[in-house]
Nanobody, 125 residues
Framework: QVQLVESGGGLVQAGESLRLSCTAS???????MGWFRQTPGKDRERVST????????WYRESVKGRFTISRDNAKTTVYLQMSSLKPDDTATYYC???????????????????WGQGTQVTVSS
């Protein structure tokens, strides 16, 4: 089992930055990690993912060049650095973990089986 706890959300103005953190307990080194977001009435969307060894990352098109995902396996923590935030980035952000047998593997969204409770990010215009 993996337990995930997110932090770092808040209210910022457009153009500002935030860094989300997600600290995990339990077999972090065997998990690919991801950040997802959801707004009321909309489907959850994948924002960014990172492989176990950090060699591979994925970003949705709308955040490329603005968001950076990273992980520190020694601290069992994954981060999402968000810059140049836009009102459209407003959402509840969730950290998630997926078992990955290959250190370079980026699992599909359906493989993410462990989820945090979410942290709210609100970007005002």
């Amino acid at each position: 089992q993996v337990q995930l706890v997110e932090s770092g959300g808040g209210l910022v103005q457009a153009g500002e930055s935030l860094r989300l953190s997600c600290t995990a307990s339990g077999l972090f080194e065997t998990k690919a990690m991801g950040w997802f977001r959801q707004t009321p009435g909309k489907d959850r969307e994948r924002v960014s993912t990172i492989s176990r060894d950090s060699s591979r990352t994925w970003y949705r098109e709308s955040v490329k060049g603005r968001f950076t995902i990273s992980r520190d396996n020694a601290k069992t923590t994954v981060y999402l650095q968000m810059s140049s935030l836009k009102p459209d980035d407003t959402a509840t952000y969730y950290c998630a973990a997926a078992t990955a047998w290959n250190p370079e593997y980026l699992p599909p969204e359906s493989d993410y089986q462990f989820w945090g409770q979410g942290t709210q990010v609100t970007v005002s215009s």
